[in-house]
Nanobody, 124 residues
Framework: QVQLVESGGGLVQAGGSLRLSCAAS????????MGWFRQAPGEERDFVAGIKRKGDSTYYADSVKGRFTISRDNTKNTVYLQMNSLKPEDTAVYYC?????????????????WGQGTQVTVSS
């Protein structure tokens, strides 16, 4: 399995921006589709964004379309989530995920590896 370590979370005011990073190690990064999920207290873990192995296709939850951008750098074994126009409802722990597949899926049960999570808090 690939090991994942997220960074970049923090506290930001509504309307602000954050960029999350997820560094991967242990396997060939370009063999994996990558994703970001988030989980608010008392809620299920939900799909936020995903990107295919070569970075040629990206997918977003409706709630973040137009505000968040997922990207990857296969030379650095890193996936990013640029979050703009943040809202208080974006507050959650954000998790990076990896799936040894060509395809991005929204179900949490179909991802192979997870990071430890990074807290994002958006104040109103």
């Amino acid at each position: 399995q690939v090991q994942l370590v997220e960074s970049g979370g923090g506290l930001v005011q509504a309307g602000g921006s954050l960029r999350l990073s997820c560094a991967a190690s242990g396997r060939t990064f370009s063999d994996y589709a990558m994703g970001w999920f988030r989980q608010a207290p008392g809620e299920e873990r939900d799909f936020v964004a995903g990107i295919k192995r070569k970075g040629d296709s990206t997918y977003y939850a409706d709630s973040v379309k137009g505000r968040f951008t997922i990207s990857r750098d296969n030379t650095k074994n890193t996936v990013y989530l640029q979050m703009n126009s943040l809202k208080p409802e974006d507050t959650a722990v954000y998790y990076c995920s990896a799936r040894r597949s060509a395809f991005v899926v929204v179900s949490t049960t179909l991802w192979d590896s997870w990071g430890q999570g990074t807290q994002v808090t958006v104040s109103s």
